[in-house]
T-cell receptor, first 120, second 108 residues
Framework: DAGVIQSPRHEVTEMGQEVTLRCKPI?????LFWYRQTMMRGLELLIY????????DSGMPEDRFSAKMPNASFSTLKIQPSEPRDSAVYFC??????????????????FGPGTRLTVL | GIQVEQSPPDLILQEGANSTLRCNFS?????LQWFHQNPWGQLINLFY???GTKQNGRLSATTVATERYSLLYISSSQTTDSGVYFC??????????FGAGTILRVKS
């Protein structure tokens, strides 16, 4: 398996521009997560989907951030307009998890390589 | 929400030494994972260990769920073990809450 795939790996943009980050989860996984890593706040969950439906977006910092999962093999995280404080590494992760079932080995989360975003 | 605390915050080892990293969590958990973030930034799964003990080569982990802590043991450390070690807990559902990490540097 190719693992979780993210693109681009690096993105440099100017303040005010729209940024779109992309993620392809591991085939067969039904949960997808977006995380952000900064020096100040560490790793924090932004949003997660189960079976393409957003379950918890309480970590999304503000309305400038939006995420979609149009199908089981693709998700986007969009920032519009971008600001310098959005500079961070954004990780996507996926797992096989079913709400309501007991936790088990299958809900291990696997992370992609991340997208390093720099907003000037 | 749940608090996940890791200690020590940073650690310097001589190659070949052993070490123990600790993770305390403030509430009961359904899931606990240990990750290694290598110098290139990749997050690598080490263990899925909500309870009990597991071993993988020179690494092993133990979680005592009733006492709300987990330990990661690194034996015969190598320079390639350098990086940041995170534990992450799932108090409910499927939301990982990360600790701040332990920065490990192994010197040759």
């Amino acid at each position: 398996d190719a693992g979780v795939i993210q693109s681009p790996r690096h993105e440099v943009t100017e303040m005010g521009q729209e940024v779109t980050l992309r993620c392809k989860p591991i085939s067969g996984h039904n949960s997808l997560f977006w995380y952000r890593q900064t020096m100040m706040r560490g790793l924090e969950l932004l949003i997660y989907f189960n079976n393409n439906v957003p379950i918890d977006d309480s970590g999304m910092p503000e309305d400038r951030f939006s995420a979609k999962m149009p199908n089981a093999s693709f998700s986007t995280l969009k920032i519009q307009p971008s600001e310098p404080r959005d500079s961070a590494v954004y990780f996507c992760a996926s797992s096989l998890f079913n709400l309501g079932q007991l936790a088990g080995r299958k809900d291990t989360q696997y992370f992609g390589p991340g997208t390093r975003l720099t907003v000037l | 929400g749940i608090q996940v605390e890791q200690s020590p915050p940073d650690l310097i080892l001589q190659e070949g030494a052993n070490s123990t990293l600790r993770c305390n969590f403030s509430d009961s958990v359904n899931n606990l994972q240990w990750f290694h973030q290598n110098p290139w930034g990749q997050l690598i799964n080490l263990f899925y260990i909500p309870s009990g003990t597991k071993q993988n080569g020179r690494l092993s982990a133990t979680t005592v769920a009733t006492e709300r802590y987990s330990l990661l043991y690194i034996s015969s450390s190598q320079t390639t073990d350098s990086g940041v070690y995170f534990c992450a807990a799932v108090p409910r559902g499927n939301k990982l809450v990360f600790g701040a990490g332990t920065i490990l540097r192994v010197k040759s």
